[in-house]
T-cell receptor, first 113, second 115 residues
Framework: DAEITQSPRHKITETGRQVTLACHQTWNHNNMFWYRQDLGHGLRLIHYSYGVQDTNKGEVSDGYSVSRSNTEDLPLTLESAASSQTSVYFC????????????FGPGTRLTVL | AQSVAQPEDQVNVAEGNPLTVKCTYSVSGNPYLFWYVQYPNRGLQFLLKYITGDNLVKGSYGFEAEFNKSQTSFHLKKPSALVSDSALYFCAVRDKGDNFNKFYFGSGTKLNVKP
């Protein structure tokens, strides 16, 4: 069955370190998204991609970057981790446009000390 | 600007009673509307969506939602709640901007179903 996976599921790091969160989907979806989920804020969009070599900033993109070198993967990099980036991160994918729903990964809980 | 509002942070209901989780939206043009559920320590799961046609949409786990264009609402409903329905529920919308590609999520409503 097609799926979307994230790794690691839990990560503890220190302030200032570079961290990369992996997202891999086997749905063959063009669209991929990264969100963070924090109490009181719901889901906030960090970055998104509509296809290979395409990346776009979301509403809370400062301090994060993504790259899309193939259809299946959209890794999220925290260039220099900050305590404010402690959160739960979700990756999602969908077919392009129209009526399709998003499929979500299980999430990565990141703690920055 | 596109937005989705879930006016209730929490909804409490007794098992067996009907439940409603409210959602209102503000978008340009005709929206595509979605409901997702999130169980603890899990990702969001798709429940149902409204695209066009019948205003009453049926989805997974016995849930349904009613689209009301005049009130710009898309409330989630279930005739008889189960304890296992306790979870966090998110309403989301896509609109014609950006070719319908982006989703806008509400802040979520925690549903508590008590035995």
């Amino acid at each position: 069955d097609a799926e979307i996976t994230q790794s690691p599921r839990h990560k503890i790091t220190e302030t200032g370190r570079q961290v990369t969160l992996a997202c891999h989907q086997t749905w063959n979806h063009n669209n991929m998204f990264w969100y963070r989920q924090d109490l009181g804020h719901g889901l906030r969009l960090i970055h998104y991609s509509y296809g290979v070599q395409d990346t776009n900033k979301g509403e809370v993109s400062d301090g994060y970057s993504v790259s899309r070198s193939n259809t299946e993967d959209l890794p999220l990099t925290l260039e220099s981790a900050a305590s404010s980036q402690t959160s739960v991160y979700f990756c999602a994918s969908s077919l392009a446009g129209g009526t399709a729903e998003q499929f979500f990964g299980p999430g990565t809980r990141l703690t920055v000390l | 600007a596109q937005s989705v509002a879930q006016p209730e942070d929490q909804v409490n209901v007794a098992e067996g009673n009907p439940l409603t989780v409210k959602c209102t939206y503000s978008v340009s043009g005709n929206p595509y509307l979605f409901w997702y559920v999130q169980y603890p320590n899990r990702g969001l799961q798709f429940l149902l969506k409204y695209i066009t046609g019948d205003n009453l949409v049926k989805g997974s786990y016995g849930f349904e939602a009613e689209f009301n264009k005049s009130q710009t609402s898309f409330h989630l409903k279930k005739p008889s709640a189960l304890v296992s329905d306790s979870a966090l529920y998110f309403c989301a919308v896509r609109d014609k901007g950006d070719n319908f590609n982006k989703f806008y999520f509400g802040s979520g409503t925690k549903l508590n179903v008590k035995p």
